[in-house]
């Protein structure tokens, strides 16, 4: 998994707010309070993000999103669930995917209006080969978005406490446990695949409940 940049999240909120906000159309940059200060305090840090920004499918809702990046296979993988009273998104995308990235940013945003809960939710944004979640003090880290009701805004090193980072790593942990179980799945099925046929490798893996919500993959009525 070289190259593996990930970006995790849970955010607080009640089954018909997850279910909402699948159907809320991702926002601009300005649903972030300081969009171009992503990797300020950070791995990154003096890098700016406003190009970044002009990539991403503003207007494309959660459930499309994440209904197109189940079905393709090979260039990344997606956890995205509503579990014990929160979403929860684990993504991983071979490379620095722009459009991949700032576009789950701004959707992550815009559940803040869905939140149920007062304090700050961090969403991560990292590279590691192995693709898990590193301790607090990893010098690693590329962003922390902290997610409120309102707006939210990049938080930088300095700003965040390491505890509340060791929170946020640790709510994390079932949701990176789910991408691993479906890294393995992914993995077992390609070595048993009869490549030799010529034909293309495919999956409904990543389709499983325990790896999307049924609700994203389910057409709403128009």
Same mark, same amino acid.
């Given at each position: 998994?070289?190259?593996?940049?990930?970006?995790?999240?849970?955010?607080?909120?009640?089954?018909? !707010?997850?279910?909402?906000?699948?159907?809320?159309?991702?926002?601009?940059?300005?649903?972030?309070?300081?969009? !171009?200060?992503?990797?300020?305090?950070?791995?990154?840090? #003096?890098?700016?993000?406003?190009?970044?920004?002009?990539?991403?499918?503003?207007?494309?809702?959660?459930?499309?999103?994440?209904? $197109?990046?189940?079905?393709?296979?090979?260039?990344?993988?997606?956890?995205?669930?509503?579990? $014990? !009273?929160?979403? =929860?998104?684990?993504?991983?995308?071979?490379?620095?995917?722009?459009?991949?990235?700032?576009?789950? @940013?701004?959707?992550? &945003?815009?559940?803040?209006?869905?939140?149920?809960?007062?304090?700050?939710?961090?969403?991560?944004?990292?590279?590691?080969?192995?693709? #898990?979640?590193?301790?607090?003090?990893?010098?690693?880290?590329?962003?922390?978005?902290?997610?409120? =009701?309102?707006?939210?805004?990049?938080?930088?090193?300095? #700003?965040?406490?390491?505890?509340?980072? &060791?929170?946020?790593?640790?709510?994390?942990?079932?949701?990176?446990?789910?991408?691993?179980?479906?890294? =393995?799945?992914? !993995?077992? $099925?390609?070595?048993?695949?009869?490549?030799?046929?010529?034909?293309?490798?495919?999956?409904?893996?990543?389709?499983?409940?325990?790896?999307?919500?049924? $609700?994203? @993959?389910?057409?709403?009525?128009?």
């Amino acid at each position: 998994m070289s190259d593996g940049f990930m970006v995790a999240a849970r955010i607080a909120m009640t089954r018909e !707010g997850f279910d909402r906000w699948l159907d809320t159309p991702a926002p601009g940059p300005d649903a972030i309070a300081n969009p !171009g200060e992503m990797f300020d305090g950070w791995f990154w840090d #003096g890098r700016r993000a406003d190009t970044g920004w002009r990539n991403a499918a503003v207007g494309v809702t959660p459930r499309d999103f994440f209904a $197109e990046r189940v079905r393709r296979v090979g260039s990344g993988a997606s956890v995205l669930l509503y579990r $014990e !009273g929160a979403l =929860e998104a684990y993504l991983f995308d071979v490379g620095y995917v722009e459009r991949e990235v700032h576009t789950a @940013l701004l959707m992550f &945003a815009a559940a803040g209006a869905f939140k149920t809960e007062p304090a700050s939710d961090a969403v991560l944004f990292w590279a590691e080969a192995g693709g #898990g979640l590193r301790e607090p003090d990893w010098r690693g880290w590329l962003a922390v978005l902290s997610v409120d =009701e309102d707006l939210s805004r990049f938080t930088p090193a300095s #700003g965040l406490p390491r505890a509340a980072l &060791a929170d946020s790593i640790a709510a994390l942990r079932p949701v990176e446990d789910r991408f691993f179980q479906l890294v =393995e799945r992914l !993995g077992e $099925e390609e070595e048993s695949w009869d490549w030799e046929s010529g034909e293309a490798f495919t999956t409904t893996t990543p389709r499983d409940e325990l790896f999307v919500d049924p $609700e994203v @993959l389910r057409r709403p009525e128009r």
